[in-house]
């Protein structure tokens, strides 16, 4: 996760299985944990 100034939260990774699409609702969670 980075904060840059004038722009705000910027969540960055990759997605493992599947496709993601413009609109779509996502979850983050940290690496390692299972739900």
Do not use: S
Not at 4 to 16: A, K, P, R
Not at 21 to 29: D, Y
């Amino acid at each position: 996760v980075y904060k840059i100034g004038g722009i705000g939260t910027v969540h960055v990774g990759c997605v493992e299985i599947g496709i993601l699409k413009l609109g779509m609702i996502v979850t983050f969670r940290p690496d390692g944990v299972l739900l």
